[in-house]
C-alpha cells in the first residue's frame, strides 16, 4: 500500500530558472541547445496555487505503474476537484494513501498501480476524504541519498 507524508504547503517562490524550450536527447548533446534558453518559474511548471497546493513523500511500491515510487514527492492540489482515473491522496478511516481513483457508478474503488497489490473498495461505513489530487511527481536521480 502506498502511504502519503505531509511535508507541508507549498508557496510561491517567484524564482525564475533557465529552461531549454527544447527536448534533451539522452544520447550526444546537440551544440544548439546553447541558443535556446529561457526563463521559466518552477511556480508555473509545477502549477503551485498556495495556499491550496502542498506536498507529500510516497511510502510504499503500489503505484510504479503510474510512475510514483517510494520516496517520491507528489505535487498535490487541494483545489483540484477529483475525477475518475486521477491520482489522489486520500484518507481511508484515518489511513492516507496514494492510488488512483475509480468510479463506477456509486462505487468508489481506490486502484493502486501495481498488480501485486489489490484495489480498495469503498464499503458503507468506511469514511473516506479526498485530500487532494496529484499533478506532479519529484524524483531524485542520483546515488538514491534525499
Not at 498556495?50 to 503505484?63: K, Q
Not at 493502486?112 to 511527481?137: C, K, M, T, Y
Request: glycine share 8%; aromatic share 4%.
Amino acid at each position: 500500500m502506498s502511504n502519503a507524508v505531509f511535508i507541508g504547503t507549498v508557496t510561491p517562490s517567484g524564482t525564475l530558472i533557465s529552461c531549454f524550450d527544447t527536448r534533451v536527447p539522452a544520447g550526444f548533446p546537440s551544440p544548439a541547445l546553447d541558443h535556446m534558453e529561457q526563463k521559466i518559474s518552477l511556480d508555473t511548471l509545477l502549477d503551485v496555487h498556495a495556499p491550496h497546493t502542498y506536498l507529500v513523500r510516497v511510502s510504499g511500491e503500489s503505484m510504479t505503474g503510474a510512475g510514483i515510487h517510494d520516496g517520491d514527492i507528489l505535487v498535490v492540489s487541494r483545489a483540484a476537484n477529483a475525477k475518475h482515473r486521477d491520482i489522489v491522496v486520500a484518507a481511508v478511516n484515518g489511513e492516507v494513501l496514494v492510488k488512483r481513483l475509480i468510479r463506477r457508478g456509486k462505487q468508489i474503488i481506490l486502484q493502486p498501480e501495481n498488480p501485486a497489490f489489490s484495489p480498495l473498495h469503498i464499503l458503507e461505513g468506511d469514511e473516506l476524504q479526498i485530500w487532494g489530487v496529484v499533478r506532479n511527481s519529484i524524483r531524485w536521480h542520483d546515488t538514491g541519498e534525499k
